[in-house]
């Protein structure tokens, strides 16, 4: 029987601070600017940004496995029949607000374990909200988890141009009229 270790505070401290330096530095510079500009934004040290993450993968994996627990926990708070649309607003507001990092989402390899499991817990997440909004009456009935999948990553598809957040909206607006329900 082995027994898992509660995570010390001064090293979940220095996760977030590390994921929120990341976070705002790959927002206001790109996703390619030097890991160094994290490392000072952080305040830590070189060590331990390489030591929990050694590479900007696994930077970047981090930062998308933070985001799809703040994307349940959203969903968490509306009721059943809501949760869908609501997820789907918040993911959209997310590549809004940070084109940059919602971009430096598709570095990452398709394939690459950990954002394997993080799509799938989401995809997993996503079930009971769908079953809850085809009840309702609310989305298509033929609308399926992989519809979802592809639903949430076109959302996020960044539009870094003048008139981004613009065309971020009719994004979403096309795409809802999609999903809703047409009798």
Same mark, same amino acid.
């Given at each position: 029987?082995?027994?898992?270790?509660?995570?010390? !505070?001064?090293?979940?401290?220095?996760?977030?601070?590390? &994921?929120?330096?990341?976070?705002?530095?790959? !927002?206001?510079? *790109?996703?390619?600017?030097? &890991?160094?500009?994290?490392?000072?934004?952080?305040? &830590? !040290?070189?060590?331990?940004?390489?030591?929990?993450?050694?590479?900007?993968?696994? @930077? @970047?994996?981090?930062?998308?496995?933070?985001?799809?627990?703040?994307?349940?926990?959203? *969903?968490?708070?509306?009721?059943?029949?809501?949760?869908?649309?609501?997820?789907?607003?918040?993911? $959209?507001d997310?590549?809004?607000?940070?084109?940059?990092?919602a971009?430096?989402?598709?570095?990452?390899?398709?394939?690459?374990?950990?954002?394997?499991?993080?799509?799938?817990?989401l995809?997993?997440? @996503?079930?009971?909200?769908?079953?809850?909004?085809?009840? !309702? *009456?609310?989305?298509?009935?033929? @609308? $399926?988890?992989?519809?979802?999948?592809?639903?949430?990553r076109?959302?996020?598809?960044?539009?870094?141009?003048?008139?981004?957040?613009?065309?971020?909206?009719?994004?979403?607006?096309?795409?809802?009229?999609?999903?809703?329900?047409?009798?």
């Amino acid at each position: 029987m082995s027994r898992q270790r509660a995570e010390r !505070s001064d090293v979940r401290r220095h996760r977030e601070a590390i &994921l929120d330096a990341a976070a705002r530095v790959f !927002s206001e510079h *790109g996703v390619h600017v030097s &890991l160094d500009a994290i490392v000072e934004a952080s305040g &830590l !040290s070189k060590g331990t940004l390489y030591r929990r993450y050694p590479d900007r993968i696994a @930077l @970047l994996v981090a930062l998308f496995n933070r985001e799809v627990d703040a994307v349940c926990r959203f *969903g968490d708070t509306l009721p059943p029949h809501e949760a869908l649309m609501g997820m789907l607003g918040y993911v $959209a507001d997310t590549a809004r607000r940070s084109p940059a990092l919602a971009d430096g989402w598709r570095m990452v390899p398709t394939h690459h374990p950990e954002y394997v499991q993080a799509r799938d817990r989401l995809a997993e997440r @996503l079930a009971g909200p769908l079953e809850a909004a085809k009840a !309702s *009456g609310l989305v298509r009935g033929d @609308l $399926a988890i992989g519809d979802l999948v592809l639903a949430f990553r076109l959302v996020a598809i960044p539009v870094m141009s003048a008139e981004g957040e613009a065309l971020a909206e009719r994004t979403l607006d096309l795409l809802l009229r999609g999903l809703l329900r047409h009798d």
